[in-house]
């Protein structure tokens, strides 16, 4: 088993997610059960499939949570994209927070194809 505390690419999801909180603090409070639990599910999805995957014995097994987290990463980003579209946050924000997750993308495939 792996210590997912030790993992740079989960300490980076974590920063993410604290990131991306304070984002949808921007967001209109209409959108509560809607757009913003949706960011937030998926945003805390990334470093909790990490971790969970850790506890796998297998590198397959791991390799597979990391893809779970890899769709939640996708997903988040398609999120803020349509945040920006609505005008819920302004074209720095979002390209910001894009870039966080499009790096965190990028480490998330390497380790998948480490595994395998």
């Known amino acids: 088993m792996r210590n997912f505390r030790e993992l740079e690419v989960w300490k980076d999801a974590r920063k993410l997610v604290k990131e991306v ?3 949808t ?9 809607g757009l913003i639990q949706q960011i937030q599910r998926c945003v805390v999805s990334i470093p ?5 995957g850790c506890g796998k014995y297998s590198n397959k097994d791991f390799a597979r949570f990391l893809q779970i987290s890899l769709g939640s ?7 803020i994209i349509l945040c920006q579209d609505l ?14 997750i499009q790096t965190l993308q990028r480490r998330i495939a ?4 480490y595994q395998r």
């Open 21 to 23: 909180y304070l984002i």
């Open 25 to 33: 603090k921007l967001i209109p409070k209409q959108e509560t059960y």
């Open 48 to 52: 909790a499939n990490i971790a969970e």
């Open 73 to 79: 990463a996708y997903e988040l980003e398609s999120h």
């Open 87 to 100: 005008g819920y946050i302004n074209i720095k924000q979002a390209a910001s927070i894009i870039y966080q």
């Open 110 to 113: 390497s380790l998948i194809k």
